[in-house]
């Protein structure tokens, strides 16, 4: 099945290994990623205020992008797939205004003239909603290396979640990642935090303030007995993963805890060496996972 | 309750960007106690809410809309159906759209630039500047 992906900016950049292990391990469970020609940026947050609509334009942009790939003929369906957390949220948001607004749709066409004009025929989505559609056994069908024994604890953050009718889960207790962690062989840790925010953006000017949100989460997953932390967004990623050195900085006695994409768990699980991308994540989750008897061909 | 036209006018102005009704609010606490971010606030995210009710314009002073990180944990939590992250949202567009930047590029060390997510980037500067 060839599903229209867009990636966003940071899937390009610190994120590239949640990108090459997404696009691998979808193509092990028969889902062609297809990327959009031309994508631009989603804008990242969603305009809240109510004569915002010049912040619509980007993220509609894409889904016409979208509509011309299904016009095409390049993909199968009209459902495109995000990874980042942030892309879901601003694409399924503005796509959600414009529909139910018949005239911040026509502002809209009326800024991009010279586009097709956007139909109303896209549904956004998350890799995690159509693995979850597809089933956890086709899924665990896969796996030729069980993830025995590893303990994961599954993050959500934000924007996978809220707000309430924009998430892919129950807001309260998603259970999504639990079921795919499971699926890839591994244990389930659970930690109360799962859904609590990591500091986002705030990231840019109050670092401490980030970094003491950001020890909560990872604090309970480590007191949790936790061997690493899954989740799906790049914000959370760099605030909890790349940027724990500063956790540990302020934070005596912090034992630093990797932290992943769940699609680096996919790639793991299914084979496939090559496309992990465990060499870019920060603590490197690998020596941990020899620990646990899950060698890893180190190139 | 009778406001003072600039009361009433803000408050107007409030309900009018975020699309919320102010008066729904019942002062329950429950944003607050769910608010990961109250800690580095002046103003408990209710008492924001009761600021707009009331259509106290010095609400704007406040560091806790800047603070606010966008989570919606207060909107899944709102028994009265406010979402509450669009009333912060339209008080920091009203205070943006009168030229205030609360963060600067410049202050940005180039080094930190390259390493940041774009994401963190945009969004930053989506929030806090105008």
């Known amino acids: 099945m060839r599903l229209p992906y867009y990636p966003g900016c940071t899937l ?4 590239e290994n949640f990108e090459i292990s997404a696009i691998a391990s979808a193509r092990e469970v028969g889902i062609e990623l297809m990327e959009l020609p031309r994508w631009n940026c989603c804008g990242t947050v969603h305009a809240l205020a109510r004569d915002d609509v010049m912040h619509y334009l980007a993220p ?11 016009g095409e003929g390049l993909v199968d369906e009209g459902r495109v797939v995000t990874l980042c957390a942030m892309c879901y949220n601003t694409l399924k ?8 607004d018949e005239e911040k749709m026509q502002k809209v066409r009326d800024f991009m003239e010279r586009e097709t004009p956007y139909g109303g025929g896209v549904e956004v989505t998350h ?10 056994s086709k899924v665990a069908d896969r796996v030729v290396r069980p993830l025995e024994g590893l303990r994961v604890a599954p993050y959500y953050g934000c924007l996978l979640l809220r707000p309430r009718g924009f998430g892919i889960d129950d807001v309260d207790n998603p259970q999504i990642l639990e079921r795919l962690i499971e699926a890839l062989g591994a244990d389930v840790v659970n930690i109360p935090f799962k859904t609590r925010c990591c500091g986002a953006y705030h990231i840019v000017q109050m670092k401490e303030v980030v970094a003491e949100l950001s020890h909560r989460v990872l604090d309970q997953a480590v007191d949790a007995g936790a061997d690493m932390v899954a989740l799906a967004c790049p914000l959370c990623e760099y605030n909890m993963g790349s940027r724990q050195e500063e956790v540990k900085r302020l934070f005596q006695g912090f034992e630093p805890v990797p932290v992943v994409y769940f699609t680096q768990l996919m790639a793991l699980a299914f084979g496939l060496e090559g496309a992990t991308g465990f060499e870019q994540n920060r603590p490197d989750p690998r020596p941990l996972l020899k620990e646990r008897g899950i060698p890893l061909e180190v190139s | 309750m009778r406001l003072k036209p600039e009361n009433a006018s803000f408050k107007a102005k409030v309900a009018e960007l975020s699309g919320e009704s102010l008066d729904l609010c019942f002062q329950c606490g429950g944003c607050s106690s769910g608010c990961p971010m109250t800690e580095e606030m002046d103003l408990l ?22 603070v606010c990180s966008t989570c919606f944990t207060c909107e899944v939590r709102c028994p009265r159906g406010i979402d509450i992250a669009n009333v912060m949202e339209a ?18 060390d180039p080094e930190e630039l390259r390493e940041l997510p774009q994401i963190a980037i945009i969004s930053n500067l989506r929030k806090l500047t105008a």
Do not use: C, H
């Not at chain 1, 390009?12 to 994120?15: I, N």
């Not at chain 1, 890799?127 to 956890?136: A, C, P, Q, R, S």
């Not at chain 2, 995210?45 to 800047?66: C, H, M, N, Y």
């Open chain 1, 60 to 70: 509609i942009r894409n889904l016409i992008r979208v509509e011309e790939m299904v």
């Open chain 2, 45 to 66: 995210p209710s008492k924001v809410i009761r600021f707009a009710q009331l259509g106290l314009g010095e609400v704007l002073d406040s560091k806790t809309i800047w």
């Open chain 1, 127 to 136: 890799l995690l909603e159509i693995l979850k559609d597809l089933g956890w």
């Open chain 1, 12 to 15: 390009k950049t610190t994120a």
């Open chain 2, 91 to 108: 008080l920091r567009e009203l205070k943006l759209r009168s030229k205030y930047d609360r963060v600067s590029l410049d202050s940005l």
């Open chain 1, 93 to 100: 948001r503005a796509d959600a205004v414009v529909r139910e």
